[in-house]
C-alpha cells in the first residue's frame, strides 16, 4: 500500500498548497496595504505637490560601482533569452533520454533509437512550465500546451514504440506515467499566486500531510490491536472526529519542521544557492520523476530511488548555464528603475510579463513594492517572512532605513543568467527619500503613466525627480488616450533645460491593445554615462 500512500500524500499536498498559495497572497497583500499606510503620502494618492527646494534626500545607498555599465543592445538581450531557453531545453533532453535509457536497462529490453528519442521526446514535458514561467504564458496556452503534448505522446507512442501494443494500453500507461504529474504541475503553476507560492509552499504540506498519514496509521495500529486507549477515546468522541484528530494533531508537532524546511529554502534563495527557475525545474522533475518510482516500488523496493538518477544532471547544468552567461557579465548591467500610476494592477501586471521579465535577462530592476505587482515580484524570503509574522521588518520606517535595504539588494544574476527585482518597501511616509535613492542607483527609467490623472500627484514628483536628478540616461513613459498629458508635462517643464536632450521618450498605446514589447524595450538599451 505504500505507493498509494505516497500518491495520495503528494495529490494531498498539492491542493493544500495551491490553496494554501491563495490565502498567503491575499493577505500578504492585505498585510502590504495596511503597512503602507501610515497617514502620509503615497505614490498612488499623494495629493501634496512636489517641493521646490530639490528632491528629498538619500540617506545611503547601493556601494558605488567600481566597474563601467556594460552595454547592452536589443540584440543582446534576445540572445540571452534563447540562451536561457536553449539551456533548460538541452538540459531536458539529456534528462528525458537518461531516463529512457535507464527504463530500457532494467527492463531488459532492446535499447534502439527508436525506442529511445519517442519516450525521450514524450519525457520532455517538464520543459514546458519553465518556458511558461521564462515568458509569462497565460492560463489557457499553458493548460493547451500540456494537454496537447500528452495527446501528442500517446499518439507518438501508440504509432511508433510497438505496433502490437493497444491504444488503451497506452492510454492507460501515460495517464499514470505522465497524465498524474501533469495535472500536480499544471495545478501548481496555473494561477499568478499559485505559480509564485504554491512550489514553495508544497514541501512543507508534504511534511505535514506525512504527520496526518502517520497519525492515520498510528490509529490502524490500535484498530488492529483493539486498543483500550481507542475505546476511551471514541467513548467521547464521535469516530469522524476521532479520526480527524489523529489527521491533524500531528501537525502541531510537525509545523515546526515544515516551517524550518521552508525558512531553509528561503534562506537558500537570500543566499543565491537557489533561483526560482531551477528550484521550479527540479521540482516539476521530481514530481515527473515519482510515478515511475511508486510503480517500481513493489518490484524494486529501495532499488526504485534509482529513477531519481536524472537529477543528478540539474546540478551539472547549473554549472554549464552559470560559466556561459558569466562570460557576458564582465562589467556592470544596466538598472532599470520602474514607476507606474498605482492602482492599475491589470495594465502593470501585462507590462511586466512582457517588457520587464525580458530585461531581467540582461539588467537589474528595482522597484518601490507594492500590492499591484505582488504576484510577479514575492520570492521565498518574503513569503517566509510574512508567515514568520515580519513582514514590517522590511519596510523603510526612515531615511536612515534605505542604506540597510538597498545594502540588501541583489545585484548579480541568478545561475541560470537572470537578474532579480529588488524592491524598496516603504511607508507612505518615506516613499519619497527611497525613490531619490533608486533614481540615483539607476540607468534608466520605464514609468507607465496610462490612465495617468493630475491628481495623481506622487506621480508628478516621480517626473519632477526623473527630470532634475543628473545621471540617468533615458526615461520611457508609456501614455494611452486618458493620460492627461498637460500636467504631466508640466511636471518636468522647468527642470528639462538641466536635462540632457532626449531624455524622456513618450509612447502612446492606441486604443486598448498595448504596445509592442520590443517597442518598450528598444529605447531603454540605451548607452549610461554612470561609472
Same mark, same amino acid.
Given at each position: 500500500?505504500?505507493?498509494?500512500?505516497?500518491?495520495?500524500?503528494?495529490?494531498?499536498?498539492?491542493?493544500?498548497?495551491?490553496?494554501?498559495?491563495?490565502?498567503?497572497?491575499?493577505?500578504?497583500?492585505?498585510?502590504?496595504?495596511?503597512?503602507?499606510?501610515?497617514?502620509?503620502?503615497?505614490?498612488?494618492?499623494?495629493?501634496?505637490?512636489?517641493?521646490?527646494?530639490?528632491?528629498?534626500?538619500?540617506?545611503?545607498?547601493?556601494?558605488?560601482?567600481?566597474?563601467?555599465?556594460?552595454?547592452?543592445?536589443?540584440?543582446?538581450?534576445?540572445?540571452?533569452?534563447?540562451?536561457?531557453?536553449?539551456?533548460?531545453?538541452?538540459?531536458?533532453?539529456?534528462?528525458?533520454?537518461?531516463?529512457?535509457?535507464?527504463?530500457?536497462?532494467?527492463?531488459?529490453?532492446?535499447?534502439?533509437?527508436?525506442?529511445?528519442?519517442?519516450?525521450?521526446?514524450?519525457?520532455?514535458?517538464?520543459?514546458?512550465?519553465?518556458?511558461?514561467?521564462?515568458?509569462?504564458?497565460?492560463?489557457?496556452?499553458?493548460?493547451?500546451?500540456?494537454?496537447?503534448?500528452?495527446?501528442?505522446?500517446?499518439?507518438?507512442?501508440?504509432?511508433?514504440?510497438?505496433?502490437?501494443?493497444?491504444?488503451?494500453?497506452?492510454?492507460?500507461?501515460?495517464?499514470?506515467?505522465?497524465?498524474?504529474?501533469?495535472?500536480?504541475?499544471?495545478?501548481?503553476?496555473?494561477?499568478?499566486?499559485?505559480?509564485?507560492?504554491?512550489?514553495?509552499?508544497?514541501?512543507?504540506?508534504?511534511?505535514?500531510?506525512?504527520?496526518?498519514?502517520?497519525?492515520?496509521?498510528?490509529?490502524?495500529?490500535?484498530?488492529?490491536?483493539?486498543?483500550? #486507549?481507542?475505546?476511551?477515546?471514541?467513548?467521547? @468522541?464521535? $469516530?469522524? +472526529?476521532?479520526?480527524? *484528530?489523529? =489527521? %491533524?494533531?500531528?501537525? /502541531?508537532?510537525?509545523?515546526?519542521?515544515?516551517?524550518?524546511?521552508?525558512?531553509?529554502?528561503?534562506?537558500?534563495?537570500?543566499?543565491?544557492?537557489?533561483?526560482?527557475?531551477?528550484?521550479?525545474?527540479?521540482?516539476?522533475? #521530481?514530481?515527473?520523476?515519482?510515478?515511475?518510482? @511508486?510503480? $517500481?516500488? +513493489?518490484?524494486?523496493? *529501495?532499488? =526504485? %530511488?534509482?529513477?531519481? /538518477?536524472?537529477?543528478?544532471?540539474?546540478?551539472?547544468?547549473?554549472?554549464?548555464?552559470?560559466?556561459?552567461?558569466?562570460?557576458?557579465?564582465?562589467?556592470?548591467?544596466?538598472?532599470?528603475?520602474?514607476?507606474?500610476?498605482?492602482?492599475?494592477?491589470?495594465?502593470?501586471?501585462? @507590462?511586466?510579463?512582457?517588457?520587464?521579465?525580458?530585461?531581467?535577462?540582461?539588467?537589474?530592476?528595482?522597484?518601490?513594492?507594492?500590492?499591484?505587482?505582488?504576484?510577479?515580484?514575492?520570492?521565498?524570503?518574503?513569503?517566509?517572512?510574512?508567515?514568520?509574522?515580519?513582514?514590517?521588518?522590511?519596510?523603510?520606517?526612515?531615511?536612515?532605513?534605505?542604506?540597510?535595504?538597498?545594502?540588501?539588494?541583489?545585484?548579480?544574476?541568478?545561475?541560470?543568467?537572470?537578474?532579480?527585482?529588488?524592491?524598496?518597501?516603504?511607508?507612505?511616509?518615506?516613499?519619497?527619500?527611497?525613490?531619490?535613492?533608486?533614481?540615483?542607483?539607476?540607468?534608466?527609467?520605464?514609468?507607465?503613466?496610462?490612465?495617468?490623472?493630475?491628481?495623481?500627484?506622487?506621480?508628478?514628483?516621480?517626473?519632477?525627480?526623473?527630470?532634475?536628478?543628473?545621471?540617468?540616461?533615458?526615461?520611457?513613459?508609456?501614455?494611452?488616450?486618458?493620460?492627461?498629458?498637460?500636467?504631466?508635462?508640466?511636471?518636468?517643464?522647468?527642470?528639462?533645460?538641466?536635462?540632457?536632450?532626449?531624455?524622456?521618450?513618450?509612447?502612446?498605446?492606441?486604443?486598448?491593445?498595448?504596445?509592442?514589447?520590443?517597442?518598450?524595450?528598444?529605447?531603454?538599451?540605451?548607452?549610461?554615462?554612470?561609472?
Amino acid at each position: 500500500m505504500l505507493p498509494g500512500k505516497i500518491a495520495t500524500l503528494l495529490i494531498l499536498a498539492t491542493f493544500l498548497s495551491v490553496v494554501g498559495a491563495l490565502i498567503v497572497a491575499n493577505r500578504y497583500r492585505a498585510a502590504m496595504q495596511r503597512l503602507m499606510k501610515t497617514g502620509g503620502i503615497s505614490p498612488s494618492t499623494a495629493t501634496a505637490a512636489p517641493p521646490a527646494a530639490g528632491p528629498p534626500a538619500a540617506t545611503g545607498g547601493p556601494p558605488a560601482p567600481v566597474t563601467p555599465v556594460t552595454p547592452v543592445t536589443p540584440a543582446d538581450n534576445r540572445r540571452a533569452r534563447r540562451q536561457l531557453i536553449a539551456g533548460f531545453v538541452i538540459l531536458t533532453l539529456l534528462m528525458a533520454l537518461t531516463r529512457t535509457v535507464q527504463m530500457q536497462v532494467m527492463a531488459d529490453g532492446p535499447i534502439t533509437w527508436k525506442t529511445v528519442l519517442t519516450l525521450g521526446a514524450a519525457y520532455s514535458w517538464p520543459v514546458v512550465p519553465v518556458i511558461a514561467v521564462i515568458d509569462r504564458w497565460r492560463r489557457r496556452r499553458l493548460v493547451a500546451t500540456l494537454l496537447l503534448w500528452f495527446v501528442a505522446a500517446v499518439a507518438l507512442l501508440t504509432w511508433r514504440v510497438n505496433e502490437n501494443v493497444s491504444f488503451a494500453q497506452v492510454l492507460f500507461w501515460m495517464s499514470l506515467d505522465i497524465g498524474l504529474p501533469l495535472v500536480i504541475v499544471t495545478s501548481l503553476c496555473l494561477g499568478g499566486a499559485t505559480r509564485a507560492v504554491g512550489p514553495w509552499l508544497a514541501p512543507v504540506f508534504i511534511v505535514l500531510c506525512w504527520a496526518s498519514q502517520a497519525g492515520i496509521d498510528l490509529l490502524s495500529e490500535l484498530v488492529d490491536r483493539q486498543s483500550p #486507549v481507542l475505546y476511551w477515546l471514541t467513548g467521547w @468522541l464521535p $469516530a469522524s +472526529a476521532a479520526i480527524a *484528530l489523529f =489527521a %491533524l494533531a500531528p501537525w /502541531l508537532v510537525a509545523w515546526w519542521p515544515a516551517k524550518a524546511l521552508g525558512r531553509r529554502l528561503a534562506a537558500a534563495y537570500a543566499r543565491r544557492q537557489v533561483s526560482e527557475l531551477f528550484y521550479l525545474f527540479s521540482a516539476v522533475w #521530481v514530481i515527473a520523476l515519482t510515478g515511475p518510482a @511508486l510503480g $517500481a516500488i +513493489a518490484s524494486q523496493g *529501495l532499488g =526504485a %530511488l534509482l529513477d531519481f /538518477l536524472p537529477l543528478l544532471w540539474i546540478p551539472l547544468g547549473a554549472r554549464v548555464m552559470q560559466a556561459v552567461t558569466g562570460k557576458r557579465s564582465a562589467g556592470r548591467p544596466p538598472t532599470l528603475l520602474v514607476l507606474r500610476v498605482f492602482r492599475q494592477d491589470a495594465n502593470v501586471q501585462d @507590462l511586466f510579463d512582457r517588457v520587464i521579465d525580458r530585461w531581467r535577462s540582461t539588467g537589474n530592476t528595482v522597484l518601490i513594492a507594492g500590492t499591484d505587482l505582488a504576484d510577479r515580484t514575492i520570492d521565498p524570503d518574503d513569503i517566509f517572512t510574512f508567515i514568520d509574522g515580519r513582514l514590517g521588518e522590511r519596510f523603510i520606517r526612515s531615511p536612515a532605513d534605505i542604506a540597510r535595504r538597498l545594502a540588501d539588494f541583489e545585484w548579480q544574476p541568478d545561475v541560470e543568467g537572470r537578474y532579480r527585482v529588488n524592491e524598496c518597501y516603504c511607508h507612505d511616509t518615506t516613499w519619497q527619500q527611497a525613490l531619490a535613492a533608486l533614481v540615483r542607483a539607476s540607468d534608466v527609467v520605464l514609468m507607465d503613466l496610462r490612465n495617468f490623472v493630475a491628481q495623481n500627484e506622487g506621480c508628478l514628483h516621480e517626473l519632477w525627480v526623473l527630470a532634475t536628478t543628473p545621471g540617468l540616461a533615458r526615461v520611457v513613459v508609456l501614455m494611452n488616450e486618458r493620460t492627461q498629458l498637460p500636467p504631466a508635462q508640466a511636471a518636468i517643464a522647468e527642470a528639462t533645460a538641466s536635462a540632457p536632450a532626449g531624455r524622456f521618450v513618450w509612447l502612446m498605446q492606441h486604443g486598448d491593445e498595448p504596445p509592442v514589447t520590443e517597442e518598450v524595450l528598444t529605447p531603454l538599451f540605451v548607452a549610461s554615462d554612470k561609472p
